[in-house]
Structures are given as structure tokens and as C-alpha cells.
């Protein structure tokens, strides 16, 4: 009997952990529900692990709430949600998440912190950040981005994605703009990427202490959330997996209701809540494991495009072996991005 009373409290405990972010975030709503006159705009970063996801998270809001990697050993390993209200009067949602191509990192795990932002995000997705940096090399990994973007949050979400390259700071240095940056160094899928999102693109500088900077580059992105959902028509990006994390919360949300209207004892209501909210985590697990089929298809499939490449083995006039390997890649038109 003591050791099923102990499994049920280490229960009870995680479900608190697991939701406890999701409860914040909703009270974050609705406390600021009246205080602007715009709707909240979801805002989730995506990107690779050291890119700067967690920093730009910190530029949006104006203080440090996200765990950045310049900071701290740790990174974000879980799905997090901050809310504030900026000095031109949005109320903004920002969402970051873990690393999407780091290797240490398990799909499974993606795709479960996925279903979990989009949790965070009620209402929908008004803009979804790629961060990638203009200090760091792309990776082979990044290159699969198309894919595992469509793969996480449905085939539609990129008329929603800005692009944000972090490390403005080394371009300063270098007295070189974005746009020279990107004709320099500008691999196939970025500039697939920046087509099919519309060339929506921000340039940051997280380490700067010009007050007067920050300010311009956060109203830049908010321009471009704001563009989105004018295209869109106000409407916010969800997909089947949202409607349908959505239908499960709203129908746990009814079933708590039900519950509190009768005369239940409060040991009692507290374990028929309890057990709701396991089945509703039981539910939200098959919906992630559904999630990770997709996301390992996308992977394999661009892995297979990546070890498309061909070995010629032969000799140098001294005798020493040499080999030459032959990448299929795309034409890059002349080195040059297709941006602004």
C-alpha cells in the first residue's frame, strides 16, 4: 500500500511540473487580456542549439527569462513561455524551444516539447522564428530545415516563418550588411527557405548595449509579425495537431468544471482530477508519437539526400592515394541569394 501511495505522489508531481509552465502561460493571457488593444502573438523560436534562440527570446521580452548557452553550461531543454508588453503596445507570447538539430537530442523528445508548445501557444502561431547565425557555420543538420519544420508544425507553416540571423555584431566588425553577408555565404536551402517565407528577414545583435538598437531590431520583427497577419488576414497558423491538443485541453477544462459543480469530497475530486490530467498527458503522448513518425521520415529522407555522394579513389604523381568526393548540390545562380 506505502509503495503505491509513493508511485501516486511522484504522479501527481510530474503532472504538476509538466503543466505548471502551460498554467503560468495562461494566467499570462488572461491578466493582460484587456491591457492592450491588439490580440497576443505567439511568437516561437526554432533553431539549432548555440544559435541563439534563447537570447533572442530575451531581446523580445527586455530581460533576461530565457537560459541562453553564453550564460550557462544548460540550454533549453524544455519548451518555455514568457509573456510581456512591449513599449509600442504589443502583447507578445514568446515561445522557445529546444534545439531542432542537435544531435544529443532525441526525436522522441522534439516531438513531445513540440506538442508542448503548441500548448503554449493558444490561439495559434502568429510567427514562427528561425533562428540561425551569421558567427557560426551552418551544419548539415540545419540543412534538413524545410522538412523539419513541415514535419513539427504541418506543410503550411511557412508563409509564418521570419528569419532572423543572430550575430550582428560580427557583421559590425566586418562594416559588412545582412545582404553582403548572404551573397557571400549563402547555402541552397537558406535562400529556399527565405523564397517560400517570403523573404522575411531580421538582423540581431543580442550583445548589444545600445538601448536605441535593441529597440529598432525588436520593432523590425514585431513589423513582420504584423505583415504575416495581415496577409493572413489576422488569422494565426494551426494545423490538425493543434486543433486537436486543442480539443483534448478544452475538454479536460469541461470535465474539471463537471467536477467541481458536484458535492465531491475534496480527496476525492482531487484524485478524479488527477487521474483526468493523466489521461490527458496519455493523450498528448500519442499525439507526439505521431508527431516523431513524421519528423523521423523528414530526417531519414534528407539523410538519404545527403549520402547521395560519390567517392573517386586514385593516385598522385608521388604514388600517395587521393580521394574526391562529388556533392549533388543545387545551382546557387551565381553565388547569390534570392533575398530583398
Do not use: W
Not at 488593444?37 to 526554432?46: G, M, P
Not at 514568446?94 to 531542432?100: A, E, K, S
Amino acid at each position: 500500500m506505502m509503495i503505491i501511495l509513493i508511485k501516486y505522489s511522484y504522479l501527481v508531481l510530474y503532472l504538476y511540473l509538466e503543466t505548471f509552465p502551460i498554467q503560468r502561460c495562461r494566467n499570462f493571457l488572461k491578466m493582460n487580456k484587456g491591457h492592450s488593444s491588439k490580440q497576443v502573438e505567439n511568437i516561437v523560436l526554432v533553431g539549432r542549439t548555440g544559435n541563439g534562440k534563447s537570447a533572442t527570446g530575451n531581446s523580445l521580452i527586455g530581460k533576461r527569462v530565457f537560459v541562453s548557452k553564453a550564460h550557462a553550461s544548460g540550454v533549453t531543454m524544455k519548451c518555455q513561455a514568457h509573456g510581456a508588453v512591449t513599449k509600442d503596445g504589443h502583447t507578445i507570447n514568446v515561445i522557445d524551444t529546444p534545439g531542432l538539430f542537435d544531435l544529443s537530442v532525441s526525436s522522441e523528445f522534439i516531438s513531445k516539447e513540440i506538442v508542448r508548445c503548441l500548448t503554449l501557444a493558444e490561439g495559434g502561431i502568429h510567427a514562427a522564428v528561425l533562428v540561425l547565425s551569421a558567427r557560426n557555420q551552418i551544419t548539415q543538420e540545419e540543412e534538413n530545415t524545410l522538412s523539419t519544420l513541415q514535419a513539427l508544425f504541418g506543410s503550411e507553416i511557412l508563409p509564418y516563418v521570419i528569419v532572423v540571423f543572430t550575430g550582428g555584431d560580427v557583421l559590425e566588425e566586418n562594416n559588412e550588411t545582412l545582404e553582403e553577408f548572404l551573397r557571400r555565404d549563402c547555402p541552397p536551402f537558406i535562400r529556399e527557405v527565405m523564397k517560400r517565407s517570403g523573404n522575411r528577414m531580421v538582423l540581431f545583435d543580442n550583445k548589444s548595449h545600445d538601448d536605441d538598437k535593441k529597440a529598432e531590431q525588436v520593432h523590425k520583427l514585431l513589423s513582420l509579425v504584423d505583415k504575416i497577419r495581415r496577409t493572413n488576414h489576422g488569422q494565426a497558423y494551426t494545423d490538425d495537431a493543434y486543433h486537436e491538443i486543442m480539443a483534448e485541453t478544452e475538454k479536460l477544462r469541461k470535465k474539471h468544471e463537471e467536477l467541481e459543480s458536484k458535492n465531491h469530497s475534496k480527496d476525492v475530486e482531487s484524485l478524479m482530477k488527477d487521474q483526468l490530467q493523466a489521461l490527458y498527458q496519455e493523450n498528448l503522448d500519442r499525439m507526439s508519437n505521431a508527431m516523431n513518425t513524421k519528423l523521423k521520415a523528414a530526417l531519414e529522407q534528407g539523410n538519404q539526400n545527403s549520402s547521395a555522394i560519390s567517392a573517386t579513389v586514385g593516385l598522385l604523381p608521388d604514388g600517395m592515394p587521393t580521394i574526391s568526393f562529388s556533392v549533388p548540390m543545387k545551382p546557387l545562380h551565381g553565388g547569390r541569394c534570392s533575398i530583398l
